[in-house]
């Protein structure tokens, strides 16, 4: 009990000097509990839509994926015949049975062409208006469709775009373009969790998105009184003769939820990464906060000892003072992790992912988690402070405040320090001279965590000679205020050392995916100019096929050299060891396909791969198969007949685009394929004449101005898209990391916070002999500038040398240029003076507010 009074006491003494550590527990643990809450609640919206979204029992082609959202290659989606619903309806215990068309590869379109679709990557669905969705839709204005010329469009959707009843909108599908006057707005029951829906009836759903009439995609059954769904499915099975794909409520809603599970665990885990980097550099925020109030007690609990406190109640105490600020700290992070989540929420909505806060979903193991986690985290990086608290000893009564230093401990310091720091250089070494990526990959982790720790440890060490420099080129300039500012921070090297470690973390991962990703858009830009000839690529951003329609419109285009065709058709391989290899692809394309692909070949030339019953295969193929120029491959077409295509070139496998890929021509495809089996072109390449780019550009764009599903790009385009695409993931990354830079910057304030108090006396002293106030604000503002460029320094370092390793492994994929960009590097360490800056504001205020012979008179 006294222990624990004594603990209490010291802590609510001094709990303003703890309370920035308390801060950076309770960020920590919001970021932890808000992610788990955020993911919580999202499962639980898809469970709750997916469970009343399934019927009873589902029939569906069996060319369909479990979530029933596969398109053939055709651009349509697999169907059943119509006669299936009345095989279905004769089953034992069927209640009723309907069927339904929908396609999510579609693109809608309001009277001026601007696309319907959601900006959150959620589906497009286009289906037929039936009774299921009539259970989980309610027609709030208007009616449903009835006939061709009217659609249904969800709530969300109309308020988001801002449509109105009788607005005209354009399906888009692989079938044809289709309009439709708005007749209805019908709103959700359950969370809609962004999807844009639009009805029609059954006959026009049929025609517009399969082509065809008397077809269906689903059949969506309801079991008779007393039925179980299992015993349904078993009936249905019976009556349909195995023909069909036939699922649970159960089944269909674990599909989906399955669809949907990926996603959520890579954010998931992702998040909770950063969270824990967050928690690491809090640990060095610890450790500092305790080991300066352990200084600033020497002659308090040297007291203590000579009174007769044992060395494990001085350790136990201070570690009870870590159990209080870790219990506060992660009770306020719990808290704020379900705003977090909230937030979260509402940032998802702004971006078109409705997620209703009545699904708000918080279990129990939520706070456990947090309270858990905070608490034995803090205790931990309590540990060390304490343990150099119990070894006070009752002499140190007599001394003023501040611990000596243990000068065995810093030589241990410097040779494990320099040991790990090797030891991880050596993997980084071995990383980038492993010939297989995946080998690479575990030495290239192995050599991140050692050179990280390495410098944790010896981090003290560097900053004396780190801190001697910057000082010299940095703060000689401010003159004594300077020197004297650099001394401070040169006074206790471990102290420097850690608040500069905190930094170094966050900045080391900064520099590292800046160099990566840098590294990857120079690369991809590398090989489009060495290997693209085309000039204009034609594509769906959500992946659409190109229609015939289109194709049609791009070679009527004036300026135009070629139009080449893309397609990609499903076979089985039979190769000449004698193995068969199902289900993969091959690449049918147009002989002027090997002008707009520079494609290197290692044997043969690729435009002989182009000749009737010819074809190409890449190296590794060959090596792992026995193939060799003239060699026969037995090529088995998906709805089609089997060839035997002689192979007349064989590729490199050192590309990045299309690399793998074995290339026939189009009019080979056709003569084992029927027409009406034929694939839909994935992309469409297009070169200008001589001269005539620009126009042709222009022109090109005006020919498919009426299809608003295709992107028609020139190599910048294509460039620039690529180069958005990385930097919007980056600064995503950027954005998770912030947390970790805060806590750090949270680090800098507390240590200048803690080392203003400690220096109470000295500072009242220097204001007495004729330093001014400003004069020794600059000095701390100094002092912490100097700290943050120490962590910069080498952070910044060490993350360029990880993202250099990294790209050589990248290089092995065919990402080959090293791109370091010093612009953002150069940025970071600039703007990490101003971090220093920010840092240092309130403990420099407070500094200056000091009564001059109050700080004399202290203790």
Known sequence: ????????????????????????????????????????????????????????????????????????????????????????????????????????????????????????????????????????????????????????????????????????IGVISAVGTHTAKISGIADFEVTNPGAAIFY?????????????????????????????????????????????????????????????????????YAMLGFAGIAFLVGIFLIINTFSMLVAQRTREIGLMRAIGSSRKQVNRSVLVEALLLGTVGSLLGVGAGVGLAIGLMKLMGSMGMELSTSDLTIVWTTPAIG?????????????????????????????????????????????????????????????????????????????????????????????????????????RMFGPVGRMAERNALRNPRRTGATGAALMIGLALVACLSVVGSSMVASATDQLDKTVGTDFIIQSDSGQLVTPEAVKAAKATPGLEHVTQYKIAEVDYTT??????????????????????????????????????????????AKDHDVELGSKIEVAFKDGATADLTVRAITSSDVVIDAGSKYIAITTLAKYVPADKMPLDQLVFASAKDGQQDAAYKSLKSAL????????????????????????????????????????????????????VERTREIGLMRAIGLSRRQLRRMIRMESVVIALFGALLGLGLGMGWGATAQQLLALEGLKVLEIPWGTIGGVFIGSAFVGLFAALIPAFRAGRMNVLNAIATE
């Open 1 to 168: 009990m006294t222990v624990l009074r004594t603990s209490m006491r010291n802590f609510f003494a001094h709990k303003g000097r703890m309370a920035l550590s308390a801060v950076a527990v309770m960020l920590s643990v919001a970021f932890v509990c808000g992610t788990l809450v955020f993911t919580d609640t999202m499962n639980t919206t898809f469970d709750k839509l997916f469970a009343a979204t399934s019927s009873d029992v589902t029939v569906s082609s069996k060319e369909a994926s479990d979530t029933g959202e596969t398109t053939a290659d055709n651009g349509k989606p697999p169907v059943m015949p119509a006669t299936v619903v009345e095989k279905v309806r004769g089953a034992e215990g069927v209640k009723s049975a309907e069927g339904t068309v929908f396609s999510t590869s579609v693109t809608v379109v309001d009277g001026d062409k601007d696309s319907l679709s959601p900006s959150s990557g959620a589906p497009t669905i286009v289906g037929s208006w039936n009774s299921n969705d009539a259970r989980t839709m309610e027609i709030t204005s208007g009616a449903a469709p009835k006939g061709p010329d009217q659609v249904m469009v969800d709530a969300d959707t109309m308020d988001k775009h801002d449509l109105r009843l009788g607005d005209e």
């Open 200 to 268: 029609l009836d059954t006959a026009t759903a049929q025609r517009t998105l399969a082509g065809e009439p008397d077809v269906y995609t689903n059949v969506n059954v309801t079991a008779a009184s007393g039925v179980s769904d299992a015993q349904l499915k078993k009936n249905v099975l019976a009556a349909t003769g195995g023909d069909y794909k036939v699922q649970t409520a159960k089944e269909t809603a674990d599909a989906n939820q399955q669809d949907v599970a990926g996603f959520m665990n890579v954010m998931k």
């Open 371 to 475: 309270l858990v986690l905070g608490v034995v985290v803090t205790v931990l990086a309590a540990y060390l402070p304490a343990r150099r608290a119990g070894k006070v000893s009752p002499m140190a009564a007599l001394r003023d405040a501040g611990a000596p230093a243990d000068a065995k401990a810093g030589r241990v310091r410097a040779v494990l320090g320099t040991l790990l720091t090797a030891g991880g250089g050596y993997g980084l070494y071995l990383a980038a001279s492993a010939d297989k990526a995946k080998e690479g990959s575990l030495w290239l982790g192995l050599g991140i965590v050692l050179t990280l720790i390495g410098f944790v440890v010896i981090g003290p060490l560097l900053a004396g000679g780190v801190v001697r420099v910057l000082g010299a080129l940095v703060l």
């Open 576 to 621: 000449p060891d004698g193995k068969t290899l199902k289900n993969t692809d091959i690449t049918a394309a147009d002989p002027t396909y090997a002008e707009d692909l520079r494609t290197e070949t290692v044997a043969g030339s690729l435009a002989d791969a182009y000749k009737p019953d010819s074809m190409s295969v890449d190296e590794k193929f």
């Open 705 to 756: 101005h009426d299809y608003p599903q295709y992107t028609v790009r020139d190599q910048t385009d294509y460039k620039e898209a690529l180069k958005d695409q990385i930097g919007q993931l980056l600064n995503m990354i950027y954005g998770l990391l912030a947390l970790a830079i805060i806590v750090a910057i949270l680090g800098v304030v507390n240590t200048l916070a803690l080392s203003v």
